[in-house]
C-alpha cells in the first residue's frame, strides 16, 4: 500500500445548495482527492449572533494527509462562505484494497 493508514485523512466541508459539484470535480480532477461524497444535509448554527437553519451539501473527501495543505487552499479558492467549514478527520482503519486505490488515485 502507498503508506501506513495513518496517512490518510477524511475532510468534511459543507457549501451551500449545488455549491458543492465545482469543488468536488476540481479536487478529483487535480488529483488532490481520490474521492468525494456530496450528500444532502441541513444544518444548524449560529452566524453573527443568530441562529441559522440552512439546506446544505456535504462533502465528504477521502485523501492522503499530505494532500490536505492543497485542499484547504483549494477549498478557500472556490468556496463561496466566509468561512468554509474543513475539518479533517484522520483514518485510523480501513479496507487495504481501498486505501491502495486511494493512494493511487491521489497526485
Known amino acids: 500500500m502507498g503508506g501506513n493508514v ?6 468534511l466541508c459543507t457549501a451551500p445548495p449545488l455549491g ?18 456530496v450528500a444532502l444535509v441541513r444544518s444548524y ?3 453573527e449572533g443568530k441562529l441559522s437553519d440552512e439546506p ?3 462533502m465528504i473527501i477521502k ?5 490536505v495543505d492543497k485542499i484547504k487552499a483549494r ?7 466566509q468561512v468554509p467549514e474543513i475539518i479533517v478527520i484522520p483514518i485510523t482503519d ?3 484494497c ?3 486505490w486511494v493512494s493511487q488515485s491521489v497526485g
Open 20 to 37: 458543492a459539484e465545482k469543488m468536488a470535480r476540481a479536487l478529483v480532477q487535480e488529483r488532490l482527492a481520490a474521492c468525494v461524497n
Open 63 to 67: 485523501t492522503q494527509a499530505r494532500m
Open 94 to 96: 480501513g479496507e487495504k
Open 98 to 100: 481501498y486505501l491502495e
Open 75 to 81: 477549498i478557500k479558492e472556490m468556496h463561496s462562505y
Open 45 to 47: 448554527f449560529s452566524w
Open 56 to 58: 446544505e451539501e456535504l
Open 6 to 11: 495513518t496517512d490518510f485523512v477524511m475532510i
